[in-house]
């Protein structure tokens, strides 16, 4: 695949939990395309420090906190393209977790996504223009052993992700979940992922292409996709092979 062409050039992209693995390669990749990149984290050290790396704004943001997201999207301003990165995960049977382990992982990986969609819905709107990208997982779509919060917040990323589609299809916006489609490498598959797994995982910038393509979609383009990154990587990849 040919490298960055200034795709997104202007363009004003947050993206959250950027300090690390596949929001760090996110963050990366927009910038090298363009765009203006604003990114978000609670790790305020670890975002800075990257966004001083890339070329970024680091906002070191709880997208837990319905205040701390009012004022910082306030701040920057009206966005064109948001991805809903940051997750955690934990492996537990339901009788051993905790009623405050389930509503923190709920909260980072469905409370947050919706304030930060909550926080660009009226822009976009006005503007009729906007992509918005929910990172998913395969546990998404089918259950997993000892994972019972972490699938239910992600089958919860699915059926925000759907509903929102609909609603903002008729003002050009497309919304899209993601998912990985191959082993990564990040912190949070540093503590999941097997042996097998490990032996096979990319990092992150080789999946980072296809959150450029979303980025680029409106609703007339590809919407209301549950998307594999891995393969659509492959799929542009051959586009651009010379013939």
Request: with cysteine; proline share 4%; glycine share 10%.
């Amino acid at each position: 695949m040919s490298g960055a062409r200034q795709r997104l050039a202007g363009k004003v992209c947050v993206v959250t939990g950027a300090a690390r693995g596949i929001g760090r390669a996110v963050a990366r990749a927009f910038v090298a395309e363009g765009a203006v990149v604003h990114a978000l984290d609670r790790l305020a050290g670890e975002v800075q420090a990257v966004a001083g790396e890339i070329g970024a704004t680091a906002w070191a943001t709880d997208i837990t906190d319905a205040d701390a997201v009012a004022t910082t999207f306030a701040a920057i301003g009206p966005v064109d393209v948001l991805v809903n990165n940051a997750g955690i995960i934990f492996f537990r049977p339901i009788e051993e977790t905790s009623v405050e382990a389930w509503d923190r992982l709920m909260a980072v990986n469905l409370r947050g996504p919706f304030l930060c969609a909550r926080a660009v819905a009226p822009g976009m709107k006005a503007r009729r223009a906007g992509a918005i990208i929910n990172v998913s997982s395969n546990a998404g779509v089918r259950g997993g052993d000892n994972e019972s919060a972490y699938c239910a917040s992600k089958f919860g990323i699915e059926g925000l992700s759907r509903a929102l589609a609909i609603e903002f299809a008729p003002y050009n916006v497309s919304v899209n979940t993601i998912t990985p489609g191959h082993p990564v490498h990040t912190a949070m598959s540093e503590t999941t992922y097997d042996a097998e797994k490990r032996a096979i995982w990319k990092d992150p910038s080789e999946i980072a292409p296809a959150f450029v393509h979303l980025a680029l979609q409106d609703a007339g383009g590809l919407n209301d996709h549950y998307v594999r990154a891995w393969d659509l990587v492959q799929q542009l990849r051959q586009q651009d092979a010379p013939a």
